[in-house]
Nanobody, 125 residues
Framework: QVQLVESGGGLVQAGGSLRLSCAAS????????MGWFRQAPGKEREFVAA???????????YYTNSVKGRFAISRDNAKNTMLLQMNSLKFEDTAVYYC???????????????WGQGTQVTVSS
């Protein structure tokens, strides 16, 4: 019984920035991972970034190669919110972005127990 709600999507010019948020509520995860995936029309859902955390509060980010150096994932433990800061956006980043929690497989595979409804990110040329 976990709810994930994304926000922050929109239309932005190439080279611009957006910040996506994912608010989580409900029971705690079995596996301490949250991630971002995206899906463009006619394409498979692909991994973007993920973050895991320890009981001491340390966090560890992971990124797909195409967004390294441009995107930054973070988590506010107190607010139970995950953020994705997206800079230097490209037209190729245009997709519906989904928040995911509690993976049943590898963190980079789209095999998570919980998903948000998605938020549209459109990057114009």
């Amino acid at each position: 019984q976990v709810q994930l709600v994304e926000s922050g999507g929109g239309l932005v010019q190439a080279g611009g920035s957006l910040r996506l948020s994912c608010a989580a509520s409900g029971r705690t995860f079995s596996n301490p991972f949250m991630g971002w995936f995206r899906q463009a029309p006619g394409k498979e859902r692909e991994f973007v970034a993920a973050i895991t955390w320890t009981g001491s509060g340390a966090t560890y980010p992971y990124y797909t190669n195409s967004v390294k150096g441009r995107f930054a994932i973070s988590r506010d433990n107190a607010k139970n919110t995950m953020l994705l800061q997206m800079n230097s956006l490209k037209f190729e980043d245009t997709a519906v972005y989904y928040c995911a929690g509690d993976p049943v497989g590898a963190y980079y595979s789209p095999e998570y127990q919980y998903w948000g409804q998605g938020t549209q990110v459109t990057v114009s040329s």
